[in-house]
């Protein structure tokens, strides 16, 4: 098996077929939207494919070491000029394709209108080693 992450944007990606942004849903849109991500993992988790999931906040900052005895470097929040995450799934599948497959699913989740979003969703595998030099 090998775990994947299946990353939710909420900017920065390609737009979505059902573009309109979730602070314009109704309630009834966003509950129905989050029963379908809540449902979509629980099904993983009875198949053993699911390992963890979170959504996140709009807001974030960017932080960097800046020296031995300097207090850390912050940029932002910026969020009108960032790449913004809405939320992550982990999964753990035999194959590439399966994770393609679920995204693919996980892309389905209802929006604006109860019309599936057909959101863009980044399939990135973990690292099982580090990465090689060659020189």
Do not use: C
């Amino acid at each position: 098996m090998a775990k994947y992450l299946l990353l939710k944007h909420y900017r920065g990606a390609p737009a979505s077929f059902n573009d309109v942004p979730m602070d314009q849903w109704t309630p009834q849109e966003i509950s129905d939207h989050m029963q379908y991500m809540h449902d979509f993992a629980a099904r993983l988790e009875k198949s053993g494919e699911f390992v963890d999931g979170q959504a996140l906040a709009p807001e974030g900052t960017f932080v960097r070491y800046d020296g031995e005895g300097r207090p850390p470097v912050t940029d932002g929040p910026f969020a009108e000029t960032k790449d913004l995450i809405a939320g992550w799934m982990v999964i753990d599948v035999d194959t590439y394709e399966r994770a393609v497959e679920l995204a693919g699913e996980l892309s389905a989740a209802p929006g604006a209108g109860g019309k599936p979003i057909h959101e863009w969703l980044e399939v990135r595998p973990f690292l099982t080693a580090p990465p090689t030099i060659t020189e």
